[in-house]
């Protein structure tokens, strides 16, 4: 089985930061990762996928890049909106997620 | 616009056994995989189970592998997930999830608004 680890757990921000987050794979995906994003009693909602492209609606402020096993999502001037935790998930050998960072205010 | 709605969750005794539903609008249904990913609270996602678009196949996750049975009609529009022997641990919101295209491995575009399981005595 693929394991996705992400860091931090948490991260700490004020509106306006810009903020990374890493997930890594224990093997090579590819660029088969996706991002997602859950606000409380919501259900998650996709963010990028491919590893860089964004999805639907998606505000540009986020952005995903890497391949194989590194990769990231950052969030350039973050906005009260964006405080949430975001999954990374692999979905190049069934589907597994990470274990989630909760971004947080400062 | 593209809408899943899951009904069936509740509360269940250990052993027992629950169908979940999940009736779709707005999309093709026939033309995308879909999946059940649950998530125990305040715990993180958890992959469940896969059809494809045509039902010709479905995988599951190790951990409900021989327990739970995923499902769908396509002339209903309607994706289902059995749940038997039912366990403490399967204590979560279920959602219902959309694949992103007909087949292979793809992302998730579009999510259920969940529906509770509880398992307990």
């Known amino acids: 089985d693929i394991q996705m680890t992400q860091s931090p757990s948490t991260l700490s921000a004020s509106v306006g930061d810009s903020v990374i987050i890493t997930c890594r794979a224990s093997?090579?995906?590819?660029?088969?990762l996706a991002w997602y994003q859950q606000k409380p009693g919501k259900a998650p909602k996709l963010l990028i996928y491919?590893?860089?492209s964004l999805g639907s609606g998606v505000p540009s402020r986020f952005s995903g890049s890497g391949s194989g096993t590194e990769f990231t999502l950052t969030i350039s001037s973050l906005q009260p909106d964006d405080f949430a935790i975001y999954y990374c998930q692999q979905y190049n050998t069934y589907w597994t997620f990470g274990q989630g960072t909760k971004v947080e205010i400062k | 616009q593209v809408q899943l709605v899951e009904s069936g969750g509740g509360v269940v005794q250990p052993g027992r056994s629950l169908r979940l539903s999940c009736a779709v609008s707005g999309f093709t249904f026939s033309s995308h995989g879909m999946h059940w990913v649950r998530q125990a609270p305040g715990k993180g996602l958890e992959w469940m189970a896969v059809?494809?678009?045509?039902?010709?196949?479905?995988y599951y996750a190790g951990s409900v592998e021989g327990r739970f049975t995923i499902s769908r009609d396509n002339s209903r529009n309607t994706v289902y997930l059995q749940m038997n022997s039912l366990r403490p641990e399967d204590t979560a919101m279920y959602y219902c999830?959309?694949?992103?295209?007909?087949?292979?491995?793809?992302?998730?575009?579009?999510w259920g608004q969940g529906t509770l399981v509880t398992v307990s005595s």
């Open positions: 999830v959309r694949s992103e295209g007909v087949g292979g491995y793809r992302p998730f575009d579009y």
């Open positions: 491919k590893a860089s």
């Open positions: 093997q090579s995906i590819s660029s088969r």
């Open positions: 059809i494809a678009f045509d039902g010709s196949y479905q």
